[in-house]
């Protein structure tokens, strides 16, 4: 293995990366390198959403980004979304409204859905279901998920 | 005596929150994939590339010269017993002189980095001999052809035959069907970390699985040691739905560890997770209903063909779930029904949700739609004149004893309204999606119906037991079960048994392991039934023991004790105390091993009680269809459901939409593509699954009538959703296009060509 070292910067804090091998993903070096296990991985290749991560502000597919180009950006996974312990309202949505079974596409969509909410405030039921068609969840059918869209832009509207 | 329930306690039949939830939406739930130890090394599987060949022979020597690999193993490195499988061990641990599907493993690497573990694979030389798949189910039944196993290349053979087998009726209706290969696409890839222990002779496998029990039975047995060496612990399940049944990198991990000395980390990539699990059971299905001019059925022929592929896993059961449940949710008397289930060179197919009533459902159902058309009678009057009720009797025999009210689940979903009329809306919710191809004057909207019946629990003679023990100590209830929780959401259920029964506001739940007794597997809808059934059995012997407690203490008998909310109440005295107060200071434990009735094998004739219990479904869908482009978008399935009593409502609307979102995948996109026994499309860019724009509207209505054999009254609700719901969209599509329809899922060129 040739030997890199390379810095992320990950939910606020500067991580250094020795040793690794060039070719890893930026959900592997997440994972395995830098105990980021909240981001998952279920296809590698970008159809399922699990691995959403912000990336300067932009929802990826963090298994289709090469860790050592993501130096220099500013990179939010589910573990950033939390502030100080408190659920942020789309987590709190997902545990109120049944929107959690396995559990395995829940932090990819929450980030998703986190980014969208930021973006826009009040999206369309349409545009609701087209943002988040990336994130494919195999137990709920969506509908308890949709419930919790509804419940996080309704507090957050609150809470503004 | 006052009976009200304190707000917000976490009673059974409230919508209790999943105690895992926050960890779950922080991303600190350990799913086994996130199972880590120090000094771990990684683990993978070389497969092979081809469906059907002789192995002439390994090279494994470039391998092991790559710096970082620690060992490769092959079939003569299995200590113990090269084989294993669920109902006949017949699938080998590693292949050896033949591999009989593609993605067979036929060796296993243990390295530093699984990027050097790609290496190593890529480095062994495994010379083929390639033979000519057997691929077609029905030549399986040509004594000719040569089998492709030593057990031959039929799984099983049953037939059903009851009543008089020459009636003849006035209507006739036939088909054959096609019923393709679906896969469970859990999100949570197949993932394990094996840790030796330092004896060399032990190990403890973290692992996402349906069952541990039966794992470690497997197990043990290949790696050559007493179950007691082996302690498996349940890893974060991201999904089941019946894939976790068999054994996929169980072995493998386990004897890399013990070869190694080191813990071990294996976890599949989406590809090799299409090779690596069992799928549903492609079938042919023909059936031929004969019924009066008015539509009553009066016997039914059929034969129902199942490709099982390379390997036994569980297609003797699903055979017999098919062939039992021919009929339906329907009266019928008379019946001729063969079954048979074929080995093949096809990927090995086993337990999904549905478990083979999918299959015959969908043949059934179409059948019903035909004799409706035939008879010039309503899709829903025809399936009201024929619907099943307590005291009728199956084709098997068996007599419907309990609950069963078909009539009701189809009254009930009638009832729903229609969504509205389709014009105008939003175009990117019109078939084609984002593609924006379709124009709402050329999309044609159809409504069909689909009922069923699905059996709950194991049957023919199998006992799945469960076990779980309950400790009370200082008002806190200690709950321990080998219970598998893949998402389903027991472990909700779990603290809401032992809030109810117990009168506590605490529960613990502790590891998920096999150092408790079985509990059988989480399939079969049969965990809140069985493991419920424990744990309540468990929490009530505990809750007696507090009552002679209490009583010795305070010279009441203990018969005149109760719970009521949190507290110990002499029914007929004064005395009331915290159940926290009058368990103080003791501990008071009992672990509980929950039976269902006993069922019986099948005869010769297919006669016999092999079930244990039923539930019964109806859903009705809506569908937009673009005739010219052949796609569809389902609009709405309303459906009302025979669940005995809602132990949880939030959780049974959960079962329920995610059943129907799977059920709309077999419909209308999902299915493993099989060319020469070859998967051509192993991966989520071309296996497609429903995403929330396909996702329908559902309106489901639970019809309550507690099931009295059930120890909380409920029935298990996993299974049905996912059952009736595709036959319904089918019957839909073809109802908007004027066209019938006798394969699932339904292709673009199946509506337009």
């Known amino acids: ?160 | 005596m006052s009976t009200t329930i304190t707000a917000n306690r976490n009673t059974l039949g409230t919508s209790v929150l999943r105690p895992d939830g926050a960890a779950k939406v922080r991303g600190d739930f350990q799913f086994s994939s996130d199972e880590f130890a120090t000094n771990m090394l990684w683990g993978a599987t070389l497969r092979s590339p081809h469906p059907y060949a002789r192995i002439l022979s390994i090279d494994v020597s470039a391998a092991l010269k790559i710096n970082g690999v620690s060992c490769v193993l092959l079939a003569d490195d299995v200590p113990g017993k090269a084989t294993y499988g669920l109902i006949s061990s017949d699938q080998p641990v590693f292949a050896k002189d033949v591999v009989r599907y593609m993605g067979e493993p036929i060796a296993a690497v243990a390295a530093d980095h699984p990027e050097t573990c790609k290496r190593a694979l890529q480095a062994i030389v495994v010379e083929f001999e390639v033979l000519s798949p057997l691929v077609d189910p029905e030549q399986c039944l040509d004594d000719s052809i040569a089998p492709i196993h030593p057990d031959g290349n039929v799984f099983r053979r049953q037939r059903i035959v009851r009543g008089d087998q020459t009636i003849v009726g006035e209507v006739q209706v036939e088909g054959t069907y096609d019923i393709g290969m679906q896969d469970q696409a859990f999100l949570g890839l197949e993932a394990a970390l094996a840790i030796p222990g330092h004896d060399g002779r032990s190990v403890e496998l973290h692992i996402a699985t349906q069952w541990l029990h039966e794992d470690r039975k497997q197990i043990a047995d290949c790696l050559g040691l007493p179950e007691e060496a082996v302690q498996l612990v349940l890893g974060g399940v991201g999904g089941a739905f019946g894939a976790r049944e068999d054994i996929s990198l169980q072995v493998h991990s386990c004897l890399l560890a013990l070869r190694t000395g080191r813990p071990v980390k294996m976890q599949y990539s989406r590809e090799e997770s299409f090779f690596g699990h069992v799928h549903r059971h492609p079938a042919k299905i023909w059936m031929r209903h004969h019924a009066t001019r008015d539509g009553r059925i009066q016997r039914i022929e059929a034969r129902m063909l199942m490709d099982g592929g390379a390997y036994t896993s569980t297609s003797p059961a699903v055979l017999i779930n098919a062939i039992t449940h021919t009929q339906g949710p329907y009266v019928c008397e008379n019946a001729t029904v063969e079954g048979i289930a074929v080995r093949t060179n096809n990927p090995p197919c086993g337990a999904m949700r549905g478990f083979g009533v999918v299959q015959a459902c969908f043949a059934h159902e179409r059948q019903m739609d035909k004799l409706a058309k035939a008879c010039g009678i309503d899709p829903v009057d025809i399936r009201l004149r024929n619907a099943m009720s307590k005291g009728d009797l199956l084709i098997t025999g068996q007599p419907m004893d309990s609950v069963a009210p078909v009539a009701r689940c189809i009254t009930e979903t009638a009832a729903i309204p229609l969504p509205d009329d389709p014009e105008g809306g939003d175009p990117l919710l019109l078939p084609g999606g984002s593609g924006l191809t379709a124009e709402r004057r050329n999309i044609r909207r159809g409504v069909g119906w689909g009922v069923s019946m699905k059996n709950l629990m194991y049957s023919e003679g199998f006992d799945d037991y469960s076990t779980a023990r309950c400790t009370l100590r200082d008002g806190v209830a200690h709950l321990k079960f080998a219970t598998s929780e893949v998402g389903q959401g027991f472990v909700t259920l779990a603290i809401q048994i032992a809030t109810s029964i117990l009168g506590v506001d605490h529960v613990e739940l502790e590891q998920i392991d096999t150092r408790i007794g079985s509990a059988g597997s989480t399939s079969a809808s049969r965990q809140t039934w069985m493991s419920g059934g424990a744990l309540d059995g468990a929490c009530r012997m505990v809750r007696e023991m507090l009552f002679q407690k209490v009583g010795a203490e305070h010279g009441i008998d203990p018969l005149r004790l109760a719970i009521v909310d949190t507290d110990v109440v002499d029914t007929m005295g004064t005395l009331r105390i915290p159940v926290r107060e009058a368990s103080a200071g003791s501990t008071l434990a009992h672990t509980f091993e929950h039976h269902h009735r006993p069922t019986s094998d099948l005869d010769e004739n297919g006669q016999g009680n092999c079930h244990v219990a039923f539930a019964f479904v109806a859903h009705r869908a809506v569908v937009d269809v673009d005739p010219d482009l052949g796609l569809v978008k389902v609009i709405q399935i309303a459906t009302a459901q025979d669940v005995g009593r809602v132990l949880n409502p939030l959780s049974a609307i959960g079962q329920i939409e995610g059943g129907i979102a799977q059920g709309l995948g077999l419909a209308v996109m999902e299915e493993i593509v099989i060319d020469q026994g070859r998967v051509r499309n192993p991966s989520f860019t071309d296996y497609l699954l429903p995403t929330a724009l396909d996702a329908p509207d559902v309106e489901a209505v639970f019809i309550e009538e507690p099931e009295p054999m059930a120890p909380l009254g409920a029935k298990g609700i996993g299974e049905p959703p996912c059952i009736s719901v595709t036959p319904a969209i089918v019957a839909a599509i073809s109802n908007a296009i004027g066209k019938n329809i006798d394969r699932t899922p339904v292709r673009p060129q199946d509506i337009c060509l």
């Open chain 1, 1 to 160: 293995m040739s030997a890199e070292h390379y810095a992320l910067q990950v939910n606020g804090t500067r991580h250094e990366v020795r040793d690794s091998w060039v070719g890893e993903s930026l959900l592997y070096v997440l994972r395995e390198r830098l105990g980021y296990y909240g981001t998952k991985g279920a296809c590698e290749q970008g159809e399922c959403g699990s691995c959403t991560v912000l990336m300067d502000g932009e929802a990826v597919c963090s298994c289709l980004v090469l860790a050592a180009t993501a130096q220099g950006s500013e990179i939010v996974t589910v573990e950033g979304l939390a502030k100080d312990g408190e659920l942020n309202e789309v987590q709190r949505a997902f545990v109120d409204k049944g929107a959690v079974q396995c559990g395995f596409c829940t932090p990819g969509l929450i980030v998703a859905i986190t980014h969208l909410l930021d973006t826009d405030p009040n999206p369309s039921e349409s545009k609701i279901k087209e943002s988040i068609s990336g994130n494919i969840c195999r137990c709920t059918g969506y509908g308890r998920i949709f419930d919790a869209v509804q419940q996080a832009i309704e507090v957050r509207g609150m809470n503004r």
